[in-house]
């Protein structure tokens, strides 16, 4: 299971670097300004409904059903059934797409009211929303396929699609002169992007032989099973989206840069949440699925337990930097060109309040994991749903005292809100839960990194002084500090656990298995 994290995490790794590089010639070319405002809403929008039609809650439902026809019915009546679903998702997305491209300018006015006032970003993003929103078809069919091949254990093309988005988007920015805008060349980079992740994803589903073709849905079996089991999960996604709405709306209506520095501060914030906690539940939960309908309850918990602790392992230091020098790894990662040392700043203090959330985000499919691997859809739905509910309140109360930086505080109490409430649901269900030994792996593991926090908070002046006369100077020193805190997390980390009980965490093969590490 470890390979397999590694695995997705190391592709989705290389898609946040060439998604940083995106986002680096976004900076330079957009800046904070009007027309990466707008770009910014064009690009959310289709997204948004991704999320709600395909990906979280679509997985959820999709994936435990494929894996018990094929362990029950076999590989053919799996494929049947994943050719039914197919169906039904295209027509579902291009009913969407088609609405929401001949309502664009109504769909503003609902989402993204703040540019109702102004008339230059209004205009500009009904344009772009017409160019970007057919991107939902072709991710939807990529998010299908994505869940066929991690059943079948092959993680890579799924993880490594979203780079081929990053690609297209920079390719279209170098040529920007041919468009009308920069935004536009952006704009036709996110469309060129869907129909290259579906052309690799079907490559891929069709050298593994399980490429589904269309067929007309019956409602029945593995069909049935399915939509009882995507309603609540559909539901559930239409929550956590209604945070990102409220993001959308409420940053329209804050001053020109806020949805800037949001996006910007969001998007290292999805580093670790990615590459780390998305690629962890993108293994565990077939794995899980697997084991459970095969009967291996205990195998399911250990699996379970082993991605928790891999996950803290692996996101802490990346805490550790975002709470400390959030307004370093800005300055030194995007202030250049059109965006700012003051836009920089803001965009640390609003990375600074997302970071308080890190954590259960990074652990949030870990939680979810089981009760998804069980079908139960509708008790994640009942915690996503308390998490909104927090997470809104406060973004409303917030937003005028704070700005950006309260929506920021909002998203990261609604995600401890959800995973505190998955934790509690999960022990009365009678679930593997947090056990003292697992709670013992936090807190070393915790302890970690605040050692590497004071080493960051401590040597950061020294290094900006030393460095103060070079070029680049801000790079070099976020470098530096990168290099020692490394050095010393990885040292404590191994001070604390010790080489067996480290081994063991990580599930390396010919390690002795440890009690305190595995709680058997």
Known sequence: MLKGILSVGGFTLLSRVTGFVRDVVLAAVLGAGPLNDAFLVALRLPNHFRAIFAEGAFNAAFVPAYARAREEEGEEAARTFAGRILTLLVLATGLVTALAMAFTPQVIDLLAPGFAGDAGRFDLAVALIRITFPYLV???????????????????????????????IVAALTGAAAFPTAAHAAAWGVFVAGIAELALLMADARRAGILPPFRWPRFGGAVARFFKALGPATIGSMGTQIALFADTIIASLLPVGALSALYYADRLQQLPIGVIGIAAGTVLLPEMARRLAAGDEAGAAEAQRRVIAI?????????????????????????RGAFTSADAAAAGQ????????????????????????????????????AGVFVNVSLKVALMAPLAQIGLALGTAAGAWVNVGLLAVLAARRGFPGLGRDTVATAARILTAGGALALVLVFAEA?????????????????????????????????????????????????????????ER
């Open 138 to 168: 072709f991710i939807s069919v990529v998010t299908l396929l994505g869940g066929m091949l991690n059943a079948h254990k092959r993680f890579a093309a799924a993880a490594g699609a979203p780079i081929l988005l990053n690609v297209a």
């Open 311 to 335: 996950t803290l392992l692996l996101a802490v230091p990346c805490l550790a930097v975002f709470l400390t020098i959030p307004h370093l790894v800005m300055k030194a990662l995007f202030a």
């Open 350 to 385: 609003t990375l600074a309040a997302y970071a308080t959330g890190l954590l259960p985000f990074v652990v949030l499919r870990a939680f979810v994991a089981p009760f998804h691997a069980r079908r139960d859809t509708f008790t994640p739905m009942v915690a996503v749903f």
């Open 462 to 518: 020294p290094l900006r002084a030393a460095l103060a006369g070079l070029p680049l100077h801000d790079e070099l020193t976020l470098a530096a500090l990168g290099l020692i805190g490394a050095l010393v997390y990885v040292g404590v980390v191994l001070a604390l656990f010790g080489r067996r009980r480290l081994r063991a965490l990580l599930g390396r093969r010919g390690a002795p298995a440890s009690p305190s590490i595995t």
